[in-house]
């Protein structure tokens, strides 16, 4: 092997220095508290959430099951939606840019019933551009973008289950329920 074409120890080091340096980071399973090893998926409209959410679940630990029961924690979602707005139009009257709107809430109940992580809501967004010439990409382009909302949404819900997990609000779902939020 020539010498250019084997690694130079150094360039691999500034390479990683580099990465870490620009906020580059693998994501990681998250560490959930004990109280959401065993938990039970109930999400509105299912879809690519659930999906995502239940493998990101599953590499940090957790063991789905397929019904609440003894000793089993629900994660709730009533919200997961998808909406789409218009943001500009040309001289024509045609859209010309749009953003996709991704909401979510979720709440966990412990297996006692209380609630250990109260009703949360995300908002996430992004915008792009529609091109009356090219609709095919444009169709490619917003699922493309509702995937990687779906992707970061994961990310966001396991992040708090992570940072709520441990700080348990040990009231009772019923009683959450008719209080101030």
């Known amino acids: 092997m020539s010498a250019l074409l084997r690694p ?8 990683a220095l580099l990465l870490a340096g620009c906020g580059f980071h693998l994501r990681r399973s998250a560490q959930l508290t004990p109280a959401l090893q065993h938990l039970h998926l109930e999400i509105s409209g299912g879809g690519a959430l659930q999906r995502r959410l239940a493998t990101a679940l599953r ?10 029961g003894p000793g089993i924690a629900t994660l709730r979602v009533p919200v997961n939606a998808f909406r789409t707005q218009a943001l ?18 979720f709440e966990v109940v412990g297996a006692d019933g209380r609630l250990l992580v109260p ?16 609709v ?17 949404m994961t990310q966001a819900i396991l992040m708090r289950l992570q940072k709520q997990g441990y700080g348990v609000a040990g009231q009772a779902a019923g009683a959450a329920a008719g209080g101030h939020r």
């Not at 590499?59 to 609440?68: D, F, I, K, N």
């Not at 749009?98 to 909401?103: F, T, W």
């Not at 009703?119 to 090219?134: G, K």
Request: hydrophobic residues 40%; charged residues 15%; without cysteine.
């Open 59 to 68: 590499l940090s630990g957790v063991t789905l099951e397929p019904a609440t």
């Open 136 to 152: 095919i990409g444009s169709a490619g382009q917003q699922e493309q973008i509702q995937r990687s909302l779906v992707d970061d």
């Open 88 to 105: 500009t139009l040309t001289g024509f009257a045609r859209v010309s840019e749009y953003s996709v709107h991704y909401d979510v809430q």
């Open 119 to 134: 009703l949360q809501a995300i908002h996430m967004s992004r915008s792009f551009t529609f091109d009356q010439t090219q």
């Open 8 to 15: 130079r120890p150094l360039l691999l080091i500034l390479a």
